[in-house]
């Protein structure tokens, strides 16, 4: 599904990432972990267009992608979350996650002047789509919420449901139980477990191991900015080389 092939980003000569190269495959939760300012948030952002990569190729589905918008990343069906809340705080539950559908809602002006038939049809059928995304998460009965009343276990599944709604090729999620609590925390499993039954190409970032190692089908870690070990949870967590770059720190925090 996604390749990445030595792909690289620097900050003033700086080097956050150094020729990373692994794949995702299809239909499969690859989980990207390492300690902080390994380059995890700064690899999904060149990913999908926020950042541009210094040097390397990002392939989707073999068609490069590297030198993309973000916008034109989105068209191509990839969706993501992001570490910090990105949610319109004055829009309702729903129409925030309506802003997941923006790249099925077309952009002609006139068209939306005139309000024809097939116009307020297409309407229609996305908001169904929005609605049955909040049933999924269990947020229908505050569909008409302003999202900023939210409690904020609320709002991180405010932010999965905006993120599925398009029905992504591959969805990328940026440490999506970071600040919840144990129960708050196995509500979002549940929901990743589903999704990754269904068939999901998901690339999780995430500090919380024992979701990793529940969850992911193959685990790549980064540490400073390089990448360290890829394979499967099992063979990650006996590599010598993450339990002293990551896993060995994790204990007191994981």
Not at 55 to 80: D, F, K, M, Y
Not at 135 to 160: C, I, N, T
Request: glycine share 8%.
């Amino acid at each position: 599904m996604l390749h990445l092939d030595g792909v690289s980003k620097q900050f003033g000569g700086l080097p956050a990432l150094s020729e990373v190269s692994f794949s995702v495959p299809r239909g499969q939760l690859t989980a990207l972990i390492g300690p902080n300012g390994a380059g995890k948030s700064t690899l999904i952002n060149c990913i999908t267009g926020v950042l541009q990569p210094t040097s390397g190729a990002v392939r989707l589905e073999g068609e490069e992608i590297t030198s993309l918008p973000s916008h034109a990343i989105a068209r191509c069906g990839v969706a993501r979350t992001f570490q910090n809340l990105k949610l319109f705080e004055r829009l309702t539950v729903l129409d925030n996650v309506l802003t997941g559908l923006t790249v099925e809602g077309g952009n002609s002006m006139m068209m939306a002047m005139l309000r024809l038939p097939y116009l307020r049809h297409r309407e229609r059928r996305l908001k169904l789509r929005a609605l049955e995304a909040l049933d999924h998460f269990g947020l229908s009965d505050k569909a008409q919420w302003p999202a900023s009343v939210m409690a904020y276990g609320d709002k991180k599944r405010l932010e999965l449901a905006r993120a599925t709604v398009s029905q992504p090729q591959l969805l990328l999620l940026d440490e999506p139980v970071a600040g919840l609590n144990a129960t708050e925390t196995e509500a979002v499993a549940c929901q990743l477990r589903r999704l990754r039954r269904a068939g999901q190409t998901l690339l999780l970032v995430e500090h919380d191991m024992e979701l990793v190692m529940k969850l992911a089908d193959q685990v790549v870690v980064l540490d400073s900015g390089c990448v360290i070990a890829c394979g499967t949870p099992d063979e990650v967590q006996c590599n010598p080389r993450v339990l002293e770059a990551y896993l060995g720190r994790m204990d007191a925090t994981a």
